[in-house]
């Protein structure tokens, strides 16, 4: 009670003397703190973001004289030396001025007018190139029916958490420092063991080069072998995330027709637009689902070379293929095809375990090697090293076995709804091989408004037309259904959901 007097008595004797602005700061700092209690802030750091938020919002104007330390401190129930360290980050900042008579809101507009910085922006504060590609829907989600979204709950967790608790027992102090540019080499072996053994690539382990996902595998690709302004191709329709790659590399982007036999070059496209990227996804066309024929992908490889272009291969879900073996990657398909050949974690194991890999002509390995030694230094060596043990002891090979059996059972019930419930609204393309297979829309209403609506519902079906190569360019009128993680036993009932939606909007 007493120490409530002579606060009470301090604050007045100050109110009095200085003729303060008589704002509730105590009220001013209550709601402040209650906005903000998810975030683990210091007092002095909350008191120092409460004025500086009331500044900039105008609620303390220019000029407005803030109470002595002491007096605010005794407001507010806080150690001066707290006040103190708010007041003076602020002056630091330029909020503020502080001279023998006190603290004042600093002229910040006026200030700003000063150094030609415009009070307000009027246009967005981003670059042209990334607003050129439109968001899809719920890339991230776990909702029915997101494409390239594993059975994460299928994971074997348990054994994943013991193999990296070995792997931080082993761990030395030199293993906390950057690691080798290329990733930890027993990982680097392991994949090239792999490869060769389940896809047909050839590589030693030199031509292995850890990443962190496809999405920096294609950052790298163009980076290193490609210059701005320079032709890249790409399918029509295409993957969305590829496109973005090209694009903040400042890639001239140029789209190639996707048939039944996968990408369609033309002897025109070769003469007139002369590519130095190629980006195809051969095994299971992304979105489409189509494989490029044999005859197709010899072809490209001869032309390539002709012409002093790079393929990329993206084998981004080859694993899971459901009507026959694995198809072989095209990498293999000639002795130095020249041919980034690009793999991913995220779809066999989990998505947030970020890791990646590139497989590199060997005329190549010593440019690239370079590159990351100067631009990309690894680390997280712990995943990398329970990554490796998982593929050498052969559960890897486990995991992908259940996963297939899980994927084609789900593949059968996404495929046999489809047909009882929307069997006239579409037909069912690329469901052979991967996580995701495609309906191509029968009537014109547009598959965006089809999107729209059943994202409404918790459903995601992203729009075909979303995935143009080139904007403006037809891409089709369709949907990506992803069924990985979908439980069989509710595929029927979301599946229906889906198919009112599509049967409403026509």
């Known amino acids: 009670m007493t120490g409530s007097l002579e606060r009470s008595r301090i604050i007045n004797y100050f109110r009095a003397k200085n003729k303060l602005c008589m704002m509730d700061y105590a009220l001013l700092f209550e709601h402040f703190s209650d906005e903000h209690k998810r975030l683990a ?6 008191l120092h973001e409460c004025l500086r938020t009331a500044i900039r919002s105008g609620k303390l104007a220019a000029g407005t004289r803030l109470p002595a330390s002491r007096l605010l401190a005794a407001e507010l129930t806080l150690a001066r030396n707290t006040v103190l360290y708010a007041y003076e980050q602020l002056a630091t900042e330029g909020y503020v001025d502080a001279d023998k008579r ?8 006026l200030k700003r007018a000063k150094t030609g910085a415009p009070v307000v922006a009027t246009t967005p504060l981003l670059s042209q190139r990334s607003r050129i590609n439109a968001p899809l829907l719920d890339t991230t989600s776990m909702h029915a029916f997101a494409p390239g979204v594993p059975a994460l709950d299928a994971f074997p967790l348990g054994p994943w958490r013991h193999l990296q608790a070995r792997a931080w027992r ?3 102090a030199q293993q906390l420092n950057y690691g080798e540019s290329a990733g930890e080499l027993p990982l680097r072996a392991a994949i090239a063991d792999y490869l060769r053994v389940s896809r047909g690539v050839l590589c030693d382990v030199e031509q292995v080069f850890i990443t962190d996902g496809t999405q920096a595998s294609l ?5 290193v ?3 701005a302004g320079q032709q890249v191709w790409m399918e029509n329709p295409g993957y969305h995330g590829a496109r973005t790659a090209f694009t903040a590399a ?3 982007i140029r789209g190639i027709h996707v048939d039944q036999d996968g990408i369609a070059t033309a002897a025109s496209d070769w003469q007139d637009y002369p590519p130095r990227l190629i980006y195809v996804t051969p095994s299971h066309q992304y979105p ?5 024929s044999l005859v197709r992908r010899m072809t490209l490889i001869e032309q390539a070379r002709a012409c002093g272009a790079l393929i990329i291969e993206d084998d981004y879900d080859s694993e899971f293929r459901h009507d026959g073996p694995p198809l ?3 990498q293999g398909l000639a002795a130095d095809a020249p041919v980034l050949y690009l793999g991913t974690f995220s779809k066999t194991m989990f998505p947030a375990l970020r890791i990646g890999f590139m497989v590199v002509p060997r005329n190549l390995v010593a440019a690239l090697h370079d590159f990351l030694e100067r631009a990309a230094p690894r680390g997280r060596a712990v995943d990398q090293l329970a990554l490796a043990e998982f593929i050498r002891n052969g559960q890897f090979a486990s995991h992908l076995r259940r996963m297939r059996r899980l994927y084609r059972q789900r593949r059968d019930a996404m495929v046999a709804a489809l047909e009882r419930h929307a069997g006239s609204a579409g037909q069912i393309q690329g469901a052979s091989t991967g996580m995701h297979l495609s309906l191509a829309l029968t009537s014109e209403v547009p598959d965006s408004l089809i999107s729209t609506r059943a994202h409404e519902l918790g459903i995601v079906a992203q729009a075909l037309s979303a995935h143009a190569a080139e904007s403006g360019k037809a891409a089709g009128n369709g949907l990506i259904l992803g069924y990985a993680q979908v439980d069989a036993a509710l595929m029927d009932e979301r599946i229906r959901q889906l198919a009112k939606v599509i049967l409403l909007a026509d």
Do not use: K, N, Y
Request: proline letters at 3%.
């Open 102 to 109: 006190g603290t004042v809101v600093a002229q910040v507009e």
């Open 219 to 223: 950052g790298i690709c163009t980076q």
């Open 250 to 252: 400042q890639l001239r």
């Open 41 to 46: 802030w210091s007092r002095q750091r909350l």
């Open 225 to 227: 072998f490609a210059d």
């Open 288 to 292: 489409l689902g189509h494989v490029l």
């Open 170 to 172: 082993r761990m030395g």
């Open 328 to 330: 072989p990657a095209m």
